[in-house]
């Protein structure tokens, strides 16, 4: 592991160097990573390091471990909500786009107590920490979100992080089993036609929840030496859960630096609350900044605070502009 992996600087000068490359339109293969994908072989050997099966995104060449948190019982606000809601995290390999490396993402749900020990092991085996943030307000228990990267080859990497994540009930191997399934779906509690009209995309359906996963299309974001797509970590979405009448969304946006403020305003003219703004990357270009919300009320008024959100991105350029800011207010 360690003889495959890059050092920070490195990364962060491939990022620059890859940024300029990024301006200019990549085929249709290199953007689905066609060619440059973890083989049968590769995958089967990072299920057996993690314990538990993957699934590849056959179109964006990203393969993908799910890691929700079964054993957490959680409350926001004093109502229920499903793990799917928002306390599933997951671990993401994909090749670079000269196929010579494999980098590693993941966002880890733990504990408040669970994240300086899981750093320490990360850092133990070669596994790099990029954010540590909250996703909600109001929930309890108290739960942190740990973004890390790394590069390498795929059999140690799946190692090195299973290594890493093992201080945590996060661990395939420290996880209870999933328990019954609900005796309602997602997809019958919801209308999900009706909501999908009103998003705009359509709904998967996870358990009691449905959620909307966005992609950023008009985006080439590059890290690492590999297209950052939605499959491994570059998207919006929104998660809703509870009923039509009464329901709860939470949800991240991923978004440009002058998109920021602009999708800020929207979620507040719909009365969605904003709870975290801050990165998940290191030295990815260009660079993303990603928001988190939260809402309870009708169903359909919470799918509208999300489109609002999704009509700002794409429409404000790429450089933040400061006019008219020089001169007021105190330095």
């Known amino acids: 592991m360690k003889n495959d992996r890059t050092t920070r600087r490195e990364l962060i000068q491939a990022a620059l160097v890859l940024g300029t490359a990024a301006a200019v339109p990549a085929s249709a293969a290199e953007r689905g990573g066609k060619g440059a994908r973890l083989s049968p072989e590769e995958m089967a050997a990072v299920d057996q390091a993690l314990g538990k099966k993957g699934t590849l995104n056959e179109e964006q060449g990203v393969y993908t471990v799910p890691l ?41 749900v733990l504990l408040q107590e669970e994240v300086n020990p899981v750093i320490s092991a990360a850092h133990e085996n070669g596994i790099e920490i990029t954010a540590i943030h909250n996703h909600f307000f109001y929930e309890q228990p108290r739960i942190f979100y740990m973004h890390v990267h790394a590069m390498g080859e795929p059999a140690m990497l799946a190692k090195s992080y299973s290594a890493a994540i093992r201080p945590a009930k996060l661990h395939p191997a420290n996880q209870p ?42 985006l080439t974001v590059m890290a ?25 969304v939470a949800g991240d946006i991923a978004m440009l630096e002058p998109e920021v403020n602009p999708v800020i305003r929207a979620l507040r003219r719909h009365d969605l609350e904003v709870v975290a703004l801050h990165h998940h990357m290191i030295g990815e270009d260009p660079r993303i900044i990603f928001l988190h919300y939260y809402g309870t009320g009708p169903a359909p008024q919470l ?24 001169g007021t207010g105190n330095h």
């Open 68 to 108: 929700p948190r079964n054993d957490l019982k959680v409350t926001i606000q004093g109502d229920p909500v499903p793990t799917p809601f928002g306390f599933g995290g997951w671990v993401s390999f994909k090749k670079t786009r000269d196929g010579k490396s494999t980098v590693l993402m993941s966002d880890t």
């Open 177 to 218: 089993p999933a328990g019954p399934p609900p005796t309602r779906t997602g997809k019958e509690i919801f209308d999900v036609p009706a909501l999908d009209r009103a998003v705009g995309y359509q709904a998967a359906v996870n358990g009691p929840t449905i959620k909307y996963t966005v992609g950023r299309s008009d």
């Open 224 to 248: 690492m030496g590999a297209e950052i797509t939605a499959a491994i970590g570059l998207n919006s979405w929104a998660a809703l859960a509870g009923s039509m009448e009464r329901a709860h």
């Open 303 to 326: 799918a509208q605070g999300f489109r609002a959100a999704l009509d700002e991105l794409g429409k404000h350029g790429r450089k933040l502009r400061m006019e008219g800011m020089h």
